[in-house]
């Protein structure tokens, strides 16, 4: 949490009952364009919530915000109650939208990199942890391929392993599993779900599949336009486990798809 790395609860600016993520009238500006415009969004802790909306809507614009890699921006946003520009909190990860992994590293070394400050990554104990998530994202075997030898769901599956390997109390992804093969994304889905029931983590996820919102999210934001907005707001409040064909999980999936206007 901030630069102390003392629990959020311990955090002198942290007002008790603050939301784990808070955007209030969140404008965001590209010279000409405007990537966000009056944007509000709440998470409490613990919470799984999904954004969707149409390409160039500012769904990576709002993870980039919350995130603290962008400085200049209307509003507000504050993790664990800090603002962003005030550090936000060190607490969390980000799976963008594209791997960004290092070209020279092998599969191995790019989730090691994912370790949390301190940790060394040829530690026994941190080489396990390092095993065990290239194994949970299903590439056992590529643990010394380097990028260029992998497909882009592998890769994408190897941004994500380095993202939960840091064990942050908040993720932001970014579309993490959309150059997945369906069985493979449908595993990826569950495991995510299962890093969250364990760890209570809080999990905004950006995806362009009404679907999958639907089936992993307590609450769905759906943008609209450009400028993006919030078009609305979906509650699914069918019980977990969820079956993905549960009357409820596709009558949510039906009201984003309408609320998408596809
Ligand atoms: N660094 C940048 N410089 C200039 N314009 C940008 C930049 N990043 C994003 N934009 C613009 O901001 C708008 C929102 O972009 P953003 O990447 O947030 O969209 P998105 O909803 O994530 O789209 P997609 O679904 O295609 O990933 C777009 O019009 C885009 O062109
Ligand atoms: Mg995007």
């Known amino acids: 949490m901030l630069s102390t790395g003392e629990p959020s609860e311990s955090d002198p600016e942290r007002e008790s009952g603050d939301p784990t993520l808070t955007v209030r009238g969140l404008t965001k500006r590209y010279g000409d364009t405007v990537a966000l415009q009056d944007v509000d969004l709440t998470v409490e802790e613990g919470e799984f919530v999904a954004v969707v909306g149409p390409s160039g809507c500012g769904k990576s614009t709002l993870l980039r915000v919350l995130s603290g890699l962008e400085e200049s921006f209307g509003g507000r946003a504050a993790v664990d109650g800090v603002d962003v520009r005030d550090g936000g909190s060190d607490d969390v990860g980000m799976v963008f939208q594209e791997p960004r992994l290092l070209a020279w590293a092998d599969v191995r070394e790019n989730v090691a990199v994912g370790l949390p400050d301190g940790v060394d990554p040829d530690a026994p104990g941190a080489q396990e942890r390092v ?33 939960l390997a840091y064990r942050p109390e908040v993720l932001l992804l970014d579309e993490p599993f959309s150059a997945l093969d369906q069985l493979t994304k449908y595993e990826q889905q569950d495991n995510l779900l299962e890093v969250w029931t364990e760890r209570g983590t809080t999990i905004a996820l950006v ?38 064909t549960h009357p409820e999980v596709v009558a949510a999936r039906d009201a984003i798809t309408d609320a998408l206007g596809v």
């Open 131 to 163: 095993n065990e998530l290239i194994e949970t994202v299903g590439l056992d075997g590529f643990a010394g391929s380097r990028p260029g030898e992998l497909s882009g769901g592998m890769a994408q599956r190897v941004s994500l392993a380095r993202g």
């Open 207 to 244: 995806t362009h599949d009404v679907e999958e919102a639907a089936y992993l999210a307590d609450r769905v934001l759906v943008l609209g336009g450009e400028p993006g907005t919030v078009a609305t707001v979906i509650d699914v409040d069918t019980p977990r486990p969820r079956d993905r």
